[in-house]
């Protein structure tokens, strides 16, 4: 089956096929006697094999039926490993728990769900130890910039809002079957032990960034000004005058709890 399973593009479908990269995520991830381990995405379960040690617990999920009937087979005799055939995107991960412990997730991420797939882990961040993807190196780039940089948006903010992000290394598109076209990286996400910014609604917080970075050549006063007034903006000592990219995550805190005191008095 591994041999004739044709890679689907409306997956995401590119396999690793260099066991130097697989080794290397694995040399990363580190796992560790009583882990438990969930893998997105493990195709024909290249990853997987490596990441499967006795005394962990690793659960992986999958879109693809035909993978998943191959994965079944192919590890039907390990009972620490947990087969679902399921979308990521809407998959409750706090059900995987038991009692307390925190989830390590891992993945060579299906590359054309990877943001909304990203904001719906940070959902759940809080039963979430880290996170070890393997994405496009332009969204790594921007989940890792910082203001003042081209690709700082709302990505990164979102991002750095609920984690520490490191780019560990780079994979170049031979080590893929079928070779993407783009330059692949592994990032590591740590998600913040504490909140770094005080943020009374998240969903303001959201809402402020996407305002302000959807047209990020607008200076505040004019991308921004419908939600928070301009007055509002310079009581809290921002620069209307700026653009979002110049805007550290502290900043986009102070606005996004102005507009929540604007909204809910
Ligand atoms: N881990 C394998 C490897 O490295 O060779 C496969 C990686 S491939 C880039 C992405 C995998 O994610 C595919 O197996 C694809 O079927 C699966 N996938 C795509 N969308 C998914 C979703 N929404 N939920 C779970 N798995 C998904």
Do not use: W
């Amino acid at each position: 089956m591994s041999q004739i399973h044709k890679p689907r593009k409306r997956f995401g479908q590119n396999f690793l096929h260099d066991y130097a990269v697989v080794e290397n995520i694995v040399a990363c991830v580190q796992p560790k006697p009583g882990d438990h381990i969930v893998e997105i995405g493990p195709g024909k379960g290249v990853l997987t094999e490596f990441l499967l040690r006795p005394d962990i617990q690793l659960d992986i999920i999958e879109l693809d039926r035909d993978l998943v009937s191959l994965l079944e087979k192919k590890f039907s005799c390990q009972e620490n490993l947990r087969v679902y055939s399921a979308d990521a995107l809407q998959f409750d991960f706090s059900e995987l728990r038991k009692q307390n412990e925190k989830l390590r997730i891992v993945g060579n991420l299906p590359y054309n769900i990877s943001t909304p797939l990203l904001f719906h882990l940070f959902e759940n961040v809080e039963c979430i130890n880290d996170m070890y993807f393997m994405l496009q190196k332009q969204v790594v780039d921007r989940i890792c910039a910082l203001p003042g940089s081209k690709k700082y948006g709302r990505l990164s903010v979102m991002s750095q809002y609920y984690c520490s992000p490191e780019m560990l290394f780079e994979v170049a598109p031979d080590s893929f079957d079928p070779s993407p076209k783009v330059m692949s990286a592994v990032i590591r996400l740590e998600p913040h032990a504490e909140p770094k910014v005080d943020v009374s609604s998240f969903a303001c917080l959201d809402r402020v960034v996407k305002q302000a970075f959807s047209q990020r050549r607008k200076t505040l006063r004019n991308s921004i000004g419908g939600l928070i007034s301009e007055d509002v903006i310079k009581l809290l000592s921002i620069d209307s005058g700026l653009r979002a990219e110049a805007l550290s995550l502290r900043d986009f805190s102070k606005l996004s709890n102005a507009l929540y005191e604007i909204e809910n008095g």
